[in-house]
């Protein structure tokens, strides 16, 4: 279980690094165009106090507590099944705990969750995110390929 563990540290260590960089470097709102062709990678300053895509603005104290229970939860859940988990299952929840908890520090140390990674072609933009969004993002396409590829060799299917 240890490298699953290092992993999500290195996750959340390197999130709150790149988004500290944000917020010391780059004005609030603006852009800084990285790959210009078909504008299609900007690093933005943005913050969210919603949830993913930016939904439910406004609600960050909700969704700090909400977050917090079920990091726990999981976290709980983690450690007393880490014995019936494969590899992969161990490093998804540890990306989906390590995400969590780099989005849950912004909400609590900054009162948002700071967004920075801006990709889209032209004016199709798709929401900013951020190094904590992407672990979850992974973790949940390691889930789907497990579900998909190994559940059913566990079960001799």
């Known amino acids: 279980m240890k490298k699953p563990l290092i992993l999500g540290v290195i996750a959340f260590i390197l999130d709150q690094f790149t988004k500290s960089l944000i917020v010391k470097y780059v004005s609030y709102a603006s852009v800084i165009n990285v790959i210009a ?9 943005a913050y969210n106090t919603g949830t993913a895509f930016s939904m439910f603005q406004g609600k960050n104290v909700f969704f700090s507590l909400f977050i917090s229970v079920f990091l726990l939860a999981l976290s709980i859940w ?3 099944s880490k014995g019936k988990l494969d590899s992969l299952q161990k490093y998804a929840f540890c990306l989906v705990i390590f995400g969590g908890l780099g989005n849950l520090a912004d909400r609590f140390f900054r009162g948002a969750v700071v967004d920075f990674l801006d990709f889209g072609i032209n004016s199709l933009r798709w929401p900013s995110f951020n190094i904590a969004d992407s672990c979850v993002c992974i973790a949940m396409f390691l889930i789907v390929i497990d579900l998909l590829f190994f559940d059913k060799k566990r079960k001799g299917v």
């Open 37 to 45: 062709k078909f504008d299609f990678f900007n690093i933005t300053h």
């Open 78 to 80: 983690l450690y007393k």
